[in-house]
């Protein structure tokens, strides 16, 4: 399995970002999640998302802010992220486990495959 992330960057606070994670060798259903890990904290699981069914869910923290939507067809998980403050910036990863239920798990320990990460920064 390979994930590759995309889209981090820099915006100010308010704005909007939208991730991007390509999968490859993955298998037929599988459940992938994205994380973020700032400099001295536990990596927190934000959102995730199950294949092929596409059920969701998420973290404490975005509140409504980010959404998690998949492109079967092309193995893509993308989070999209609003009303971006401060204490989004992170590392952003995206990660996954073969699935064997129909929900997805946020906690990092369940996933087996990680990506590279992409940075997002918010700031003035």
């Known amino acids: 399995v390979q994930l590759v992330e995309s889209g981090g960057g820099s915006v100010q606070p308010g704005g909007s970002l939208r991730l991007s994670c390509t999968a490859s060798?993955?298998?037929?259903?599988?459940?992938l999640g994205w994380f973020r890990q700032a400099p001295g904290t536990a990596r927190e699981g934000v959102a995730c998302i199950t294949a092929p069914n596409e059920r969701s869910s998420y973290g404490d923290d975005p509140q409504g802010r980010f959404t998690i939507s998949s492109d079967n067809a092309d193995s893509t998980v993308y989070l999209q992220m609003t009303a971006l403050q401060p204490e989004d910036t992170a590392e952003y990863f995206c990660?996954?486990?073969?699935?064997?239920?129909?929900?997805?798990?946020?906690?990092?320990?369940?996933?087996?495959?990680w990506g590279q990460g992409t940075q997002v920064t918010v700031s003035s």
């Open positions: 060798g993955v298998p037929d259903a599988y459940a």
């Open positions: 990660a996954v486990y073969p699935l064997g239920n129909n929900w997805c798990s946020l906690l990092a320990r369940a996933y087996d495959y």
